[in-house]
């Protein structure tokens, strides 16, 4: 589909400026992906589907629309720019004009793996493992999800972008429960097939389910905690959603009154976006505006180092692009976090009195400028008392600042896990992490 991919999104670019339009983009991707849906330790749902999305990016008189389609023909794309140019007359000029860049060399990366790529056709191998190895564990049952996708995708500017790439990846998680109480969850997100990590991922799962049995109520307070690869990718996602400058143009970041060099977080941090690594999935060697991308720290050594930019975000603070648009908004493509020298043990023995925490969800800003928090955990939870874990606990709120867990970041594990579910929407590669004195609350008013 490349070639045909690439010349329907060039035709689509002239046909725009044909009808008027000063400047148009046009981001094709095909994707094919087969789902398997997990429950009672069976597959419940096997879907399969081929779609075709339509990204448009269309300017008159320093006026833009964006506007995303799934056409089943070009021919209805063509007829709906053409309607649309008396909507853009109607439209103010956008206060982040700013003309598309000239495109740039893209970055060629390796993102399709054949065994990945064959397995679309048949999962069974990868969905028999997964619940084969929870079930090692003494374990009732195990529920989840494994998706493999083959996409494909052409750009087209009026700068004479002209780009194509394709990639595979892999999406799953695993949820095992033992008892009346006992449940655990793990992830993993890839462009390759690696089944030993996929039995890994099944394998934490399941054992946090038997070892969170009969659980026990604490109080709230301050406490030590050990977050998970699950919950810091969850976590560092609004990181690095804040770190995109049109967040911070709009007011929703903590970094909107920071500046690269100013210390925000641990010494011993540095969070990366990864853009350009071939096994993690958000990796591209090209962003939306043509504009090739590069890794990046976004804070090294607890330093803010790069504030995420499209042409557009750049253009209105006077620096360069970092290769992260979005159209209207830039963000990262893949969060990395530099690994420490602990195992999880050691991190444990580092803790007086504390919580381990390992999965989490709703999680909500209360105040994005001071990065106020809230989060539920769920799943595995322990009580960690004179560096050793003594009972799985009932779950908590963790009610913080992102500031200050940043900066109370005091240890972090030696062991990366690639984490990509739907509550860890930035694909994120992390290990455990330490942070210190963070605010607890019930979990429920």
């Known amino acids: 589909m490349r070639e ?88 103010y000029e956008s206060p982040f004009y700013a003309p598309l860049p000239e495109p740039g060399e893209p970055v060629k990366l390796d993102l399709v793996d054949k065994k990945l790529l064959e397995k679309i056709e048949d999962p069974s191998e990868i969905v028999e493992r997964m619940i084969e190895t929870a079930h090692r564990e003494k374990i009732d049952y195990v529920a989840g999800m494994v998706k493999l996708s083959y996409n494909e995708k052409a750009l087209a500017t009026s700068k004479d972008a002209s780009f194509y790439e394709d990639s595979t990846s892999i999406q799953a998680y695993l949820r095992a429960f033992a008892g009346e109480d006992g449940s655990g969850q793990w992830s993993i997100g890839s462009r390759r097939l690696n089944l030993e990590k996929i039995e890994e991922m099944a394998s934490i799962a399941a054992r946090y389910a038997v070892d969170s049995r009969n659980r026990i109520s604490i109080e709230p307070g301050v406490y030590d905690i050990v977050l998970s690869p699950m919950v810091a990718g969850n976590l560092l996602r609004l990181v690095g959603m804040m770190a995109s400058a049109f967040m911070a143009f709009m007011g929703m970041s903590m970094f909107m009154n920071k500046k690269p060099g100013d210390k925000v977080g641990s010494e011993k941090l540095t969070l990366i976006d990864d853009a350009v690594n071939p096994e993690l999935p958000g990796s591209t060697g090209f962003d939306d505006e043509g504009v090739a991308t ?70 909500r800003l209360q105040n994005y400028v001071e990065g106020i928090f809230s989060t539920i955990t769920r799943d595995a939870l322990f009580l960690i008392e004179n560096g050793r874990i003594v009972k799985p606990i009932e779950k908590i709120r963790i009610a ?16 990366r896990y690639d984490i990509w579910w739907w509550e860890v929407e930035i694909p994120t590669r992390t290990p455990y992490i330490l942070v210190r004195q963070i605010h607890t609350s019930k979990h429920t008013i």
């Open 4 to 91: 045909e991919l690439l010349d329907a999104s060039k035709k689509l670019v002239e046909k725009a400026l044909s009808e008027g339009y000063d400047e148009a983009a046009a981001l094709l991707q095909q994707r094919r992906t087969v789902m398997v849906k997990l429950a009672n330790s069976e597959p419940s749902v096997i879907q399969r589907w081929k779609d075709l999305v339509l990204n448009l990016y269309l300017v008159k008189n320093k006026k833009i629309l964006v506007i995303t389609l799934s056409p089943k023909t070009l021919s209805e794309v063509e007829k709906t720019i053409k309607e649309l140019i008396d909507v853009a007359d109607k439209l």
């Open 294 to 363: 590069y890794s990046k720290p976004i804070i090294e050594k607890g330093v803010f180092k790069t504030m995420l930019h499209n042409s557009k975000t750049a253009a209105k603070m006077g620096v360069k692009s970092t290769g992260n648009a979005g159209w209207i908004s830039p963000r990262p493509w893949n969060l990395v976090v530099e690994e420490g020298s602990y195992s999880l043990d050691e991190l444990v023995g580092e803790v007086k009195k504390g919580i381990l925490v390992t999965n989490n969800w709703y999680t």
């Open 400 to 415: 913080d600042t992102l500031l200050r867990l940043l900066s109370n970041i005091d240890a972090l594990g030696r062991e």
